[in-house]
């Protein structure tokens, strides 16, 4: 079962973050975020994945962020997963002409409980990001970050659709200390047409929790994964 206490700190930031007066820098901005993804079962426990990302921006008029990912997902037992991955990303800074590429590796564990119609995970991963790793000018910028997801999935009874919500804090981690930087919170819909097809429809917030003035994006995004 899920530790309660993650599920009270993720609501817990939510509520601060829709109660919390501060100002905010206004990012008159349309994004959008397209993703194509492929699960292959190699055993029954073992899974191989892979993903390509398309995150547009400016009123759905630029491509401001591409990403690849791939990995591997092994059961551990019938409530706990484990992942490993790489992921390269040409990000757009700042929305100039000029991209950013970083490398990233992550390790993650994942937990989940049914309860009925519901299905609840806890997710927690370590993820470690380079820039320009393989530019070898000795400037390199790196750091590492600790990422706790809790996710809810509920299942209508009579429909294929499954509306989700997820929460995810992200935090910066150094010698001595912890600093959460960013709340992602994501909703919508899943349908699962068959074992092989699925589809999400979902709107995303990210809000910065450590800056003076802090961005909040907003972002609807749809992904398919076909699985075989």
Avoid at 128 to 149: P, V, Y
Wanted: aromatic fraction near 14%; include cysteine; proline fraction near 1%.
């Amino acid at each position: 079962m899920i530790p309660k206490v993650y599920i009270v700190f993720h609501l817990f930031l939510i509520l601060s973050a829709v109660l919390n007066a501060q100002d905010m820098k206004v990012v008159g901005d349309l994004r959008a975020r397209t993703s194509l993804g492929l699960v292959k079962g190699i055993t029954k426990k073992l899974e191989v994945f892979g993903e390509l990302e398309l995150g547009m921006e400016q009123n759905i008029s630029k491509l401001g962020k591409l990403h690849l990912e791939s990995g591997l997902s092994y059961s551990l037992l019938n409530f706990l997963t484990a992942d490993a991955k790489y992921r390269f990303t040409e990000n757009r800074k700042n929305y100039s002409q000029t991209y950013k590429y970083t490398h990233m590796f992550a390790i993650a564990m994942e937990a989940k409980h049914k309860h009925k119609r519901l299905k609840s995970y806890l997710r927690i991963q370590y993820q470690n990001i380079d820039e320009d790793i393989f530019s070898f000018d000795g400037m390199a910028n790196n750091h590492n970050l600790i990422k706790t997801r809790v996710r809810f999935k509920y299942n209508l009874k009579g429909l294929k659709m499954t509306p989700f919500l997820s929460t995810e804090v992200y935090g910066i981690v150094g010698i001595n200390n912890f600093n959460a930087t960013k709340l992602k919170t994501i909703g919508g819909v899943g349908w699962d047409f068959s074992k092989h097809d699925d589809l999400k429809i979902y709107y995303r917030n990210d809000k910065e929790l450590s800056h003076y003035l802090p961005f909040c994006y907003h972002t609807m995004g749809c992904s398919y994964t076909y699985k075989f």
